[in-house]
């Protein structure tokens, strides 16, 4: 069964006769599932059972809940999410790549990928693709609400198995489109019928388009395409070759000018000087190259030095409209020539990892207004001046900022606060929701202290069967996590657990930790800080950037990253931003493990004990 395919256009069609879905970037897929078993296809009918090894488990962890409404087929695509509204295509491309057995294994658990469903074609054998997309749709709502699966895309959501939202105000989606660069907008007429014979203008894609400006600096005579580059480090890159989207007239001018001016550098290459721009459509950027360029138009005025990787970036990566910039030049962090337009990318580029920790929490930042080093202040309450779109919370006569959205996010990074701290709870409980150590040595001279703190704790961890997180503190230390189940443990409860551990560690090695809270008291020994984990105290949240001048950030690891040659100066602001892209967030199953910690069975065994004593 291959699936429908729909049509491009360059408006989205307007009216009563048309529904509206996000357009997601990744791999068309169709499931197949009887009781002879499950089969995701391909749109050339590939079977990828093998490459994407989560969805069949998913599928599988549902089976008893499905078999009533078996046979059953679903359209969808086969996605790994960024946030609600936008797929990084790269890691779904990078998966369909692959082939061994155990890479694909452990790609699956970096980077989980999702099954979003979109159309039912099936269900207890009855073939639905004659019936009209308005019933079919409802069908499909109505049987996700009885499976209990989401009724609309949730990024980090534990199912990977999700309805896409349908939406009847066209507007209303492309703003979520925009506002989180999203691949574009598919919009259905109610009445169409599900057909793959041929494209179709019952379903039309409207894509969400990216203008990027480059130099053109190649022209391939035997197959008709030019190249285009931006300058990085004062080299030039090539990041796309391109000839869709020229007129006739664009492509003989452009084409003659390199023959009569360019220098043939191979066969049917000509090159000329960097000296002509021009603005290119696209609908990403994969790290090399730009996706489905087009040529939009040229750009006379404009100096080849101004075509940056850095404008580039920005260029992807729009700010949205209604968040006002200022300054996007000003220097943040000169020492390592980090600019405010740099910070508000890193946020941008750091916020799905980010906000999950930030939302329905009370903020306390540190802000910087003239950048690092320079002035700095504490802010807890809301300013005056805070846009409508800042969500807040009161509590003990403050007005806490809450960051639940790219939007507060990027607010406050023009506002220059470059650190995040927050409390152990959530602000509709009073009860933490984890448990952190913070592992203070004196200096960074002896953050060998922390590695060994932080290792011990983990061999603690591991016989009492709790499941622990790491990251550094971006300043001298690192800061070990114990998540826990929502609404289940006092701060009492945790105090028992966390003075018990740093109590034994300090009995087993004296020479190296201690619990003293005096500075001076301490001598060259790492501060085990049990006492910070209380209500109303706060800790710097994982991808916040630190106030210093090396932009380091406080950044999850993966514990077999914890050893001698961990240094808290390798995490900055540049080097994170590629640790996200090559191996994903160390604490994506932070919310999970947590829900599942068995965090009553070791309290209970350490209550126990203490009453022995």
Known sequence: MKPMLMMDADKVPVGKDWLYEAKYDGFRAILQWDKKGIQLFSRNEKLLNDMFPEIIEECRRIEHLIKPYLPIAFDGELVCLQDDFRSEFSIVQTRGRMRKKDVIEQHSTTFPCQYIVFDLLIIKGKNLTEAELEKRKAQLKKCFEQLGLPIKVQYRHESLIQLVEMFTDEKDLWNQISLYNGEGVIAKRKKSIWSNEKRTNQWLKVKNWRLVTVIITKYEQVNGFFTGAVYKDKQLIEIVTFKHGLSEEEMKTLSELFLINGKKTGDSIYEILPSICANLK??????????????????????????????????????PDHVQITHPDKPVWPKVGLEKDDYLLYLQMAAPYMIPFLEERHLTLIRFPHGVPGEKFYQKSVPDYAPEFVKTSRDEDIDYIVCNDITTLLWLGNQLALEYHIPFQTIDTNMPTEIVFDLDPPSVDEFSLSVEAALRMKAIFDQFQLKSFVKTSGGKGLQVYIPLPINKFTYDDTRIFTKFIADFLCDQEPQWFTTERLKKNRGNKLYLDYVQHHEGKTIVAPYSPRGNELATVATPLNWDEVGTSLSPDLFTIHSVIERMKTIGDPFLEFRKVGDAQPFAVVLEQLIELLKEK
């Open 282 to 319: 696209c609908i990403s950027f994969d790290g090399k190259h730009l996706r489905e360029p087009r040529f939009h138009s040229f750009q006379f005025d404009m100096n080849t030095e101004e075509c940056q990787w850095r404008h580039m970036l920005r260029q992807l990566n729009p700010i």
